[in-house]
């Protein structure tokens, strides 16, 4: 079993940054492709960044591109995002989790498990 604890979320005004970090434990997670996800009131949980086991392979969604980045130190069984030139459209709940299945595509959630609780990001305008 595998417990992801998501750190790093808050208030921040547009334009600005926040790291958030991703910390898994009971087993590692290095062998396993992770990605981070977010959900907004009301809407339905989005793919926002993958990356594959080893970290040499990191993909984005098409709105977060140029400014978002993935990264992962599997010593530590961590994966980061760090998200610069925030905008008021990237307040959420934000989540990592690890890839289980292959039988869709990287983007769908429901490829995922060992969902973290999530930590809230807010962007004001």
């Known amino acids: 079993q595998v417990q992801l604890v998501e750190s790093g979320g808050g208030f921040v005004q547009a334009g600005g940054s926040l790291r958030l970090s991703c910390a898994a434990s009971?087993?590692?997670?290095?062998?396993?492709?992770m990605g981070w996800f977010r959900q907004a009131p009301g809407k339905e949980r989005e793919f926002v960044a993958a990356?594959?086991?080893?970290?040499?392979?990191?993909y984005y969604a098409d709105s977060v591109k140029g400014r978002f980045t993935i990264s992962r130190d599997n010593a530590k069984n961590t994966v980061n995002l760090q998200m610069n030139s925030l905008k008021p459209e990237n307040t959420a709940v934000y989540s990592c989790?690890?890839?289980?299945?292959?039988?869709?595509?990287?983007?769908?959630?429901?490829?995922?498990?060992?969902w973290g609780q999530g930590t809230q990001v807010t962007v004001s305008s």
């Open positions: 009971g087993r590692t997670v290095s062998s396993y492709t």
């Open positions: 989790a690890v890839r289980l299945t292959y039988y869709s595509s990287r983007y769908s959630p429901g490829e995922y498990g060992y």
């Open positions: 990356i594959s086991w080893g970290g040499g392979s990191t």
